[in-house]
């Protein structure tokens, strides 16, 4: 899951004060096409519907073999998606059954959602990098059920509806890691008191930073976040890759490539003899993804761009198929435009720094977002950015008397 690059001025991201100048929709929110195109030899690309608000669609490859094919990031959990794969893969001339292999890139809901799925019903093997998922398989089984075709649809029907009603970031919808509050157990339930929200994990937990990162949330957020509990199976992989291993897909070899940054379990795959590089949401066309300061390592900008330099130095990569958006052809050019727009918001703030002194990381994502923005996904990444500077020697951080990260960029 993404989020789309913004910055004060940019043009695309607008502010209540201007007049609202109509602009085409970036090519990662096109709705989901119905065609299935082949963009590489034996690589094909179908688009599957997602509900969150600021992508149309995540592209599924599909590497086609004598044996079948492998699929690429099988979408979201949920009736819809699954129908929509469907459908693709019938004008491609395959069925569920005709998959081998599912690979998800990394521990997002849009990328991982129909892969358990897919294992059960075409006894696929699942690959993904070896840092993927902290839910136990025995956790799993224990916990849930298979939801019938009416509680999923249902399940499916509140997420969708609560994601476009609260204009959620893509990065807050909860991915498998969440799991902290049981769904019967919760004591949430039976007793929403403002100290347990609180202290409840991830929707009130306190952030590293020292504020809360909803401190009430609403009962409709609550109520999705349930119904996406609900509809997740944890996809438990067949296969955990580490970085430089290949794999057999489409007839040829692949590397695969860890790529921490966006999430921690990050794997790009680069077929050498094709130039051919699936790159998830590392590298992403038009937008620029995600990189939380939280659960992602120490520094995670560090990670990111350091695994951005990685991909764009392989050798005759010259395709990039991308995980949202259009298939793209200058992959070392689209990392030196990405690194730009990360370089130029450290630049910001430090020009915000220097207007109003030490600051907590809230105080300075309000300089650098637009106010629409406001909240926990500005702060996260506003944070991965300060300690990246930090560790880098640029900026200074210290806790104030309440227990709150200051910062001051040199
Ligand atoms: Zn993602
Ligand atoms: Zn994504």
Known sequence: MTATARQP???????SEEAPRPRPPKQEQQPASEEVTEVAPGIIRMQLPIWMPGLGHVNTYGLLDD???????????????????????????????????????????????????????????????????TWSLEESNRRNHLPTEEEAAEAERIAA?????????????????????????DPLRDNPTSELQASSVPWGGETPWGGSKHPMPPWRRRMMIRALRFLFRPPDPTRRVVHGERLELAGREWVS??????????????????????????VLPSIT??????????????????????????????????????????????VEAIKEHHQER??????????????????????????????????????????????EGEAERWDDDNGRLMYRVA
């Open 9 to 15: 001025g940019d043009p695309t991201s607008g502010s």
């Open 67 to 133: 044996r079948g094919l492998a699929v690429v990031d099988p979408g979201l959990p949920g009736p819809s998606s699954w129908r929509a794969l469907k459908t693709r893969l019938k004008t491609a001339g395959y069925t569920v059954s005709d998959i081998h292999t599912v690979i998800v890139t990394h521990s997002h809901p849009d990328h991982f959602g129909g892969a358990g799925r897919i294992k059960k019903e075409a006894h696929a093997d699942l690959v993904a990098h070896r840092a993927f998922t």
């Open 161 to 185: 509806a609560a994601a476009q009603a609260l204009d959620l970031g893509a990065e807050e919808i909860p991915t498998i890691a969440d799991h902290t509050d049981d769904y019967e157990g």
């Open 257 to 282: 490539i860890h790529t921490p940054g966006h999430t921690i379990d990050h794997l790009c795959l680069y077929d050498p003899e094709f130039g051919v590089l699936l790159s998830g949401d590392h």
């Open 289 to 334: 993804p995600h990189i939380s300061g939280v659960g992602n390592g120490a520094d995670a900008l560090k990670s990111y761009l350091q695994t951005l330099d990685l991909v764009a130095a392989l050798d005759g990569v010259r395709l990039g198929l991308p995980a949202h958006g259009n298939p793209f052809d200058d992959v070392p050019g689209r």
């Open 346 to 391: 450290m630049e910001l703030l430090g020009e915000a720094s220097h207007a109003i002194g030490p600051a907590t990381v809230q105080q300075l994502s309000h300089e650098i977002f637009p106010r629409k923005h406001w909240g926990v996904m500005a702060e996260s990444e506003t944070f991965a950015h300060l300690e990246h500077m930090v560790l």
